[in-house]
């Protein structure tokens, strides 16, 4: 027989087992709640932030591989479909990271590629914070790229590399002064990082006119810290030439021949230092040489076409400039030259043709083509003044 003591014993066990069976699915939902990993919840925001981005099918097509016999045709989704699996394993994992990271990048999704690296960058490495400012740099983001960057330096104050892409940060920024300090002191770290030399050529070059003085220390510099590569010879070759210098001109353009017999450039620029060196059958023969083994290069046929035209042979002169432009339709140089030497010869439709394509190329052949104009008007060429006139009015700059 049940006592009262004995009732209300029961009647509190019932009760508590009544409280437990409510909580227990709460305590549940907490739990699982607490016990999603980082990267679940930055797969969240990677779909939520990215609209382009397709979300990955719930049943891959296979399973992936285990990391240590990652397959060697493995595609670049199943690539990340795996590292993503690795990641929630391990989620603090800043290797796995950045490879999932470079995925993304390959792929050219680099908003994600933001996203995940800004997430993680605690536990990223070097190599993760030059992907992030490089993804940024692809975005054309030049604030992220220096706020990136930043904490690339501030872990390594020497890292070259960080200071040559902080100088493309400022080029991207309008900021030349800020870009040539960051380029000079990326040099300054380690002179044989190419790179941020290019980014230097690259302000000097677009200078009107070039800095070929600049240029000229520049390329020497490189042949003296990276080595006496025939692009670099090239260069100081064409350096020299524009800038009057013919006689080292000729030395670097001998030099560049010897290391690449291939290219036209180094033969062209050699030419053309030999005629202002007075070596006027030097010249020809170097001119020529380069228009018939380089048939392809617009700047062999031009130059030898130009040599040409100025000892007045306009025949030969117009069919290589001709050449030029079948090498380079857009070539507006050697339109005018075929539009000047054929007109010599009287050949004026060939000569209005190509006058009309030189000056679609470059307005500055306006003038040119004015003078050719007021040319037939004085000699009262009736059938072609108007042609002309129409055409060259409509040539301006």
């Not at 989704?77 to 990641?87: A, T, V, Y």
């Not at 030439?241 to 290391?259: F, H, L, S, W």
């Not at 001709?322 to 339109?335: F, I």
């Not at 009287?346 to 009309?356: D, G």
Request: aromatic share 10%; charged share 30%; proline share 5%.
């Amino acid at each position: 027989m049940m006592t009262g003591q004995n009732f209300n014993r029961s009647l509190f066990i019932l009760f508590l087992a009544f409280v437990s069976y409510l909580y227990i699915p709460q305590a549940l939902a907490q739990a699982t709640s607490q016990g999603k990993d980082e990267f679940s919840q930055f797969e969240k925001e990677l779909d939520n932030n990215s609209k382009d981005a397709k979300a990955p099918p719930a049943n891959p097509p296979s399973a992936p591989a285990p990391v240590a016999e990652a397959p060697t045709n493995e595609t670049s989704e199943q690539k990340i479909e795996r590292l993503k699996k690795e990641i929630r394993k391990g989620p603090k994992n800043g290797a796995l990271i950045v490879q999932l990271a470079e995925e993304l990048y390959k792929k050219e999704e680099y908003e994600k590629t933001t996203l995940l690296l800004w997430k993680h960058v605690d536990k990223i490495d070097r190599k993760g914070l030059v992907l992030l400012a490089k993804a940024h740099e692809k975005r054309k983001e030049p604030s992220e790229m220096l706020r990136a960057l930043n904490v690339l330096i501030g872990k390594d104050e020497k890292d070259f590399e960080a200071y040559s892409l902080m100088g493309n940060a400022y080029v991207m920024n309008r900021k030349t002064k800020d870009a040539m300090e960051s380029y000079k002191k990326a040099v300054e770290l380690n002179p044989q990082y190419e790179p941020a030399y290019d980014g230097l050529i690259e302000i000097y070059g677009k200078r009107e006119p070039p800095n070929l003085y600049e240029l000229r220390i520049l390329y020497q510099d490189m042949v003296q810290n990276i080595g006496a590569r025939p692009q670099y010879l090239r260069k100081l070759c064409e350096i020299n030439t524009m800038d009057g210098t013919y006689e080292p001109a000729v030395q670097a353009c001998n030099e560049a021949i010897r290391k690449d017999p291939k290219t036209a450039d180094g033969y062209v620029y050699l030419g053309v230092s030999q005629k202002a060196l007075g070596e006027d059958q030097a010249a020809l023969n170097t001119l020529k040489k380069a228009s018939k083994d380089f048939p392809s290069s617009e700047l062999a046929q031009y130059q030898y076409g130009k040599l040409l035209e100025d000892q007045k042979n306009y025949v030969e002169a117009m069919n290589l400039y001709k050449a030029g432009t079948e090498a380079d339709p857009k070539a507006a140089r050697s339109w005018l030259g075929l539009a000047t030497s054929s007109f010599e010869i009287r050949k004026f439709e060939l000569a209005l043709i190509a006058f009309k394509n030189a000056c679609k190329f470059d307005k500055k052949n306006a003038v040119a083509f004015r003078k050719a104009t007021t040319i037939l008007r004085n000699q009262k060429n009736a059938q072609w003044i108007g042609k002309y006139e129409d055409a060259s009015e409509t040539c301006t700059f």
